[in-house]
């Protein structure tokens, strides 16, 4: 697709339960991070992947939540026990290669609400 | 770690204004900068962005100076339009093992009257 492709675009699940959160990025692109934003904040860092690998992880909040991206395209956001707390849009962004010149094009997120 | 301060808002604004939106950051080293917009319904886009000090970033008459002396990155555009209204954010990009990690400031709603 031409863009940060994220699926599903709202999510409605209980407490205790486990989600998944697709992103396909821009095919080509090899560097791809994930944020959480919460309602009035700026978007929070979770994890940033450099091809198959999680280069930095430093942003998952505990160990609930684990990220893959198997094929070096799409990504997986994996979530368990969730919690109300964990309630927010989750962004997916993909940059062409990385680093700090780069501009990083993102999703539209997933809405995820815990109830 | 890194952190930004941006001007709170809500700002508005009547068309034609002048706008400045206040931004200041601490990072490691000397990070990249830049400006994103999320417009009413859509995902977050990249407005500008500058890669090293005295750099002015610069699109749909927006503009920003890299301000080494003063860690500081404000948004600025002579003459708004109502279609300016959305959210923005300032954000350094890392490098380092954190390459191109960004860390967003809270945001500024921008609304822009007629």
């Known amino acids: 697709g031409a863009g940060v492709s994220q699926t599903p675009s709202n999510k409605v699940t209980e407490k205790g339960k486990y989600v998944e959160l697709r992103c396909d990025p821009i095919?080509?692109?090899?560097?791809l991070y994930w944020y959480r934003q919460s309602l009035g904040q700026g978007p929070e860092f979770l994890i940033y992947f450099q091809g198959t690998g999680a280069a930095d992880d430093s942003g998952l909040p505990n160990d609930r939540f684990f990220a893959v991206r198997p094929e070096g395209s799409v990504s997986t956001l994996k979530i368990q026990r969730t919690e109300r707390g964990d309630s927010a849009v989750y962004l997916c962004?993909?940059?062409?290669?990385?680093?700090?010149?780069?501009?990083?094009?993102f999703g539209q997120g997933t809405r995820l609400t815990v109830v | 770690g890194d952190s930004v301060t941006q001007m709170e808002g809500p700002v508005t604004l009547s068309e034609e204004a002048f706008l400045t939106i206040n931004c200041t950051y601490t990072?490691?080293?000397?990070?990249?900068l830049f400006w994103y917009v999320q417009y009413p319904g859509e995902g977050l886009q990249l407005l500008l962005k500058?890669?090293?000090?005295?750099d002015k970033g610069s699109n749909k008459g927006f503009e920003a100076t890299y301000r080494k002396e003063t860690t500081s990155f404000h948004l600025e555009k002579g003459s708004v339009q109502v279609s300016d209204s959305a959210v923005y954010f300032c954000?350094?990009?890392?490098?380092?093992?954190?390459?191109?990690?960004?860390?967003f400031g809270q945001g500024t709603i921008l609304t822009v009257h007629p």
């Open positions: 990072a490691t080293g000397y990070p990249s």
């Open positions: 954000a350094p990009a890392a490098g380092g093992t954190s390459y191109g990690k960004l860390t």
């Open positions: 095919s080509g692109h090899t560097a």
């Open positions: 500058a890669t090293k000090a005295d």
């Open positions: 962004a993909s940059s062409l290669e990385g680093g700090p010149n780069t501009e990083a094009f």
